[in-house]
C-alpha cells in the first residue's frame, strides 16, 4: 500500500467517523454524556481529515486537491474554535497563541480562496461559486474572531461553541453530498448543506443568545 492510498483511506475513514460522530452530538441533549463523547470523536475525526489532506495535497498538488486544502483549513478551523471555546479554564479566558494563529491561518487561507475562485467564475467555470462562498464563510469568521481577541470582547461562549460545530458539521455533510450525489449539479451538491445548515445556526444563536458567558459547560 502507498502512502497516498493509505492517506486517502484514512481520510475516509476518518470522515465517516466524523459524519457519524457529529450527527449523534447534535441528536443528543446538549451537556449530556452521550454529547460529549461524540462531541470528543467528532473533533478527533475532524482533526485527522485535516491531517491527512496535507499528505495527499504534497504527493498531487492538483487544482481540486489545493482546493481541499483550503477547504480543510476552513472547516478545521470551525472545529478547532468550537473546542477552543470549551478548552479554556473559563470561557471568557483570553485567546492563546494558538488561538491567534489558527485565526490568521484560516483568514490567509480564506482570502486565498475567494480571490482565486473569483479568478475561476471569471473564467467562465460557476465552480468559482463555491470557493468564493467558502472564502467568504471563512474569512468573515476568522476576521471576527481576530477583532474579538484584540478588543477582548466576551461573546457567549454556548453560542460560539454550538455554531462552530455546527458550521465544521456542514463541511463534514458537505464531503459526502460532493461524494455520494452524482445526479445533481455541482454547484448544487457542494453548497446545498451551508443552505441548510446556516437557518439552524442562526435558530441556535436564537435560542442560546441570552445565555451567560459564564454559564455551565455543556
Not at 504527493?59 to 483550503?70: G, H, I, V
Not at 477583532?147 to 454550538?162: I, K, P, S
Not at 464531503?175 to 445526479?183: G, R
Not at 444563536?205 to 455543556?218: N, W
Request: glycine share 10%; proline share 4%.
Amino acid at each position: 500500500m502507498t502512502v497516498e492510498t493509505a492517506a486517502l483511506w484514512t481520510h475516509i475513514a476518518a470522515g465517516v467517523a466524523a459524519l457519524v460522530a457529529g450527527g449523534v452530538a447534535l441528536a443528543t441533549e446538549k451537556g449530556g454524556r452521550r454529547h460529549r463523547r461524540a462531541g470528543r470523536v467528532y473533533v478527533a475525526a475532524m482533526a485527522v481529515v485535516v491531517a491527512t489532506v496535507l499528505p495527499l495535497f504534497a504527493l498531487d498538488p492538483t487544482f481540486f486537491r489545493t482546493f481541499l486544502l483550503l477547504v480543510a483549513v476552513f472547516s478545521g478551523y470551525f472545529a478547532f474554535s468550537g473546542y477552543r471555546v470549551l478548552a479554556r479554564e473559563h470561557p471568557s479566558d483570553g485567546p492563546e497563541t494558538v488561538d491567534w494563529a489558527a485565526a490568521v491561518a484560516v483568514v490567509a487561507a480564506c482570502v486565498t480562496l475567494g480571490a482565486w475562485g473569483a479568478i475561476v467564475v471569471a473564467s467562465g467555470d460557476s465552480f468559482g461559486v463555491v470557493m468564493v462562498v467558502f472564502g467568504g464563510i471563512g474569512g468573515v469568521l476568522g476576521t471576527s474572531d481576530l477583532r474579538a481577541y484584540w478588543r477582548g470582547t466576551n461573546r457567549t461562549w454556548l453560542v460560539d461553541h454550538l455554531s462552530r460545530m455546527v458550521g465544521a458539521y456542514i463541511a463534514t455533510v458537505t464531503a459526502v453530498s460532493v461524494v455520494n450525489i452524482s445526479m445533481a449539479p455541482e454547484v448544487v451538491a457542494w453548497l446545498w448543506p451551508t443552505a441548510v445548515g446556516v437557518p439552524l445556526i442562526w435558530y441556535w444563536q436564537a435560542e442560546y443568545a441570552d445565555v451567560g458567558p459564564l454559564a455551565g459547560r455543556i
